[in-house]
């Protein structure tokens, strides 16, 4: 699974950072780089998740759905992004993570459904 996440990221570097290099010499310096933003990246997005987890304080499970290459194909970033979240959520607050692999386009389906479902709840019970 880490090759695909791989040739997409060294592509990039391909084309922004590394045109008048030689191959070798950015892509050593590049995986230390790569670490630094994959931590930082799980990091900012496990912030982001506890502050909602914590903000609900749900007395049961809540179900986190996620999309993205970084999450589904990078061999470590879903490790990290746990862990953190686990340091910064309050304790009792229960979660999992989902990938979603259906795109955004579902996700905003979703959104739309159960508002859609709130909104009928809310001129029944006005009935």
């Known amino acids: 699974t880490w090759k695909p996440f791989c040739e997409q990221h060294t592509t990039a570097c391909q084309l922004t950072f590394c ?3 030689h191959f070798e010499e950015p892509f050593i310096v ?12 799980a990091y900012l997005t496990a912030a982001g998740i506890s502050q909602v987890l914590n903000r609900m304080n749900r007395p049961f499970k809540v179900t986190v759905g996620i ?4 999450y589904r194909f990078h061999p470590f970033f ?9 340091v910064l959520i309050t304790k009792g607050v229960r979660y999992q993570l989902m990938l979603s692999k259906d795109g955004s386009g579902i996700g905003a389906a ?4 159960v508002a859609t479902r709130m909104r009928r709840e809310k001129e029944r019970k006005r009935a």
């Not at 879903?78 to 686990?86: A, D, F, G, M, Y």
């Not at 979703?110 to 459904?113: F, G, K």
Request: aromatic letters at 4%.
């Open 19 to 21: 045109r008048n290099r």
């Open 30 to 41: 590049k995986g230390t780089e790569m670490k630094k933003h994959c931590f930082r990246a």
């Open 67 to 70: 999309d993205g290459s970084v």
């Open 78 to 86: 879903k490790r990290l992004l746990e862990e953190k979240i686990n």
């Open 110 to 113: 979703v959104v739309a459904a």
